[in-house]
């Protein structure tokens, strides 16, 4: 089993950045692939991010590509998701997720293991 914990979530002004982290425990994430999704009140949750076991392949919602940046440290067991020129449309409740394979996918379903969310709210 693998157990995903985030951090970094908090009250930010448009136009700031955050960092979010995903601590992985109970075994070694480093031939996982990990997504960033996000659920905003009365919303769907939707895919934002997400980076192949090794970080050679990395995927953004168009939504935020150019401004969130995933990365991951295999050797810590940590995936992280910098988040810059936020905007309000971005609060949401943010998850990551894990999945056994290598490749990345966007679909929630493709998911094996969530995160309980870190929530992020951006005022205009």
């Known amino acids: 089993q693998v157990q995903l914990v985030e951090s970094g979530g908090g009250l930010v002004q448009a136009g700031g950045s955050l960092r979010l982290s995903c601590a992985a425990s109970g075994r070694t994430i480093s031939s996982y692939a990990v997504g960033w999704f996000r659920q905003a009140p009365g919303k769907e949750r939707e895919f934002a991010a997400a980076?192949?076991?090794?970080?050679?392949?990395?995927s953004y919602a168009g939504s935020v590509k150019g401004r969130f940046t995933i990365s991951r440290d295999n050797a810590k067991n940590t995936v992280s998701l910098q988040m810059n020129s936020l905007k309000p449309e971005d609060t949401a409740v943010y998850y990551c997720?894990?999945?056994?394979?290598?490749?990345?996918?966007?679909?929630?379903?493709?998911?094996?293991?969530w995160g309980q969310g870190t929530q992020v709210t951006v005022s205009s």
């Open positions: 997720a894990a999945r056994g394979t290598y490749a990345v996918a966007t679909g929630g379903y493709a998911y094996d293991y």
């Open positions: 980076i192949s076991w090794d970080g050679s392949t990395t």
